[in-house]
Every structure is written in C-alpha cells, then in structure tokens.
C-alpha cells in the first residue's frame, strides 16, 4: 500500500525528474568539455585552430 500511495505522490515524481534532469545536464557538460578538450589538442575539421589570437592594427 505505500508503494501505491508513493507512486501517486507528486513529490516523488518531481524529485525523480529533478534528479535525472541533473544528471542529464551533468553528462551533457562532460560531453562538452570533451569536446573542447579534442579541439584544443587537434584543432577544428577545417584546419583552423581554436586557439589562434588575430591583433588587429597591430
């Protein structure tokens, strides 16, 4: 009966999707800080490079 009245309970439900939802954006940051990783140790596809300074006037 507890599982019942816990599975109608909407703090449960909000806490499920808060908690997956940090986990979602926690992996999606760590995908994107690989990726920046990659393009900083082998540049972009088009052969430019991520880290390359333009001075102007210079």
Do not use: E, P, R, Y
């Given at each position: 009966?507890?599982?019942?009245?816990?599975?109608?309970?909407?703090?449960?439900?909000?806490?499920?999707?808060l908690?997956?939802?940090?986990?979602?954006?926690?992996?999606?940051?760590?995908?994107?800080?690989k990726?920046?990783?990659?393009?900083?140790?082998?540049?972009?596809?088009?052969?430019?490079?991520?880290?390359?300074?333009?001075?102007?006037?210079?």
């Amino acid at each position: 009966m507890a599982v019942t009245q816990l599975l109608k309970d909407k703090k449960f439900w909000f806490a499920s999707f808060l908690i997956a939802w940090a986990a979602a954006l926690q992996g999606h940051m760590m995908w994107v800080q690989k990726q920046d990783s990659f393009k900083q140790k082998f540049g972009n596809a088009d052969g430019s490079d991520v880290d390359v300074d333009v001075d102007a006037g210079d």
